[in-house]
């Protein structure tokens, strides 16, 4: 009984084990395929409204902070003139 089981394991391993495991990889890697591709297709559309209301809402904001940085960076520079031009009278 036991030499029959150990026969009939080792002839399924041999015979019948590698075309079933190649069987079901390909249905597993088939079936990943189509799952990729429906959310791909499925994805397609919310994609494209985020990138629809990044455009609309995050440019306007940066140009309104671009706009209000602007005065002050002339400020800046003129103080950083002035203290540039303190060093160099220091200097000499």
Do not use: H
């Amino acid at each position: 009984m036991f030499l029959g089981i150990v026969l009939g394991c080792l002839t399924y391993m041999v015979f019948f084990s590698a075309p079933i495991i190649k069987i079901n990889i390909i249905i597993i890697n088939f079936i990943k395929l189509i799952i990729k591709k429906f959310l791909s297709f499925v994805s397609f559309p919310i994609k494209f409204i985020l990138r629809f209301f990044r455009r609309v809402f995050v440019k306007p904001i940066n140009f309104i902070l671009i706009n209000i940085r602007k005065p002050f960076t002339g400020k800046w520079r003129k103080i950083e003139n002035c203290f540039r031009k303190n060093k160099k009278l220091v200097k000499n």
